[in-house]
């Protein structure tokens, strides 16, 4: 099953930004060195572009809720920081142009 997607839930880098409440060149940064949200480069030049899909940014800050400080400090000890920068797989999403949703 093929789940779609709206157009207007693919943010830019700056988008991303502020709704994570970060700088866009934090998350370019993050980006670089592998702890960003999920993205998604729409090409394959180095001048292509860049969205993070509401979704995936969504998941990756649940993943980094903690109860306590105690909490993160064995998630960091155990690698979980390293593991939850994995991508989100989006070979089952198919971008709509226009904007239609199909569920």
């Not at 994570?20 to 030049?45: A, D, M, V, Y």
Request: net charge positive.
């Amino acid at each position: 099953m093929t789940e779609s997607v709206h157009l207007d839930d693919l943010l830019t880098n700056e988008q991303a930004a502020k709704l994570l409440g970060i700088k866009p060149t934090t998350l370019e940064i993050w980006r670089t060195k592998g702890k960003s949200p999920p993205f998604l480069k729409l090409g394959t030049s180095k001048q292509a572009p860049i969205r993070y899909h509401r979704a995936a940014l969504a998941v990756w800050l649940n993943e980094r809720s903690f109860a306590s400080t105690s909490a993160y400090a064995s998630a960091e000890k155990s690698g979980r920081d390293e593991e939850v920068g994995r991508a989100v797989a989006c070979s089952q999403i198919a971008v709509i142009p226009g904007g239609a949703r199909r569920d």
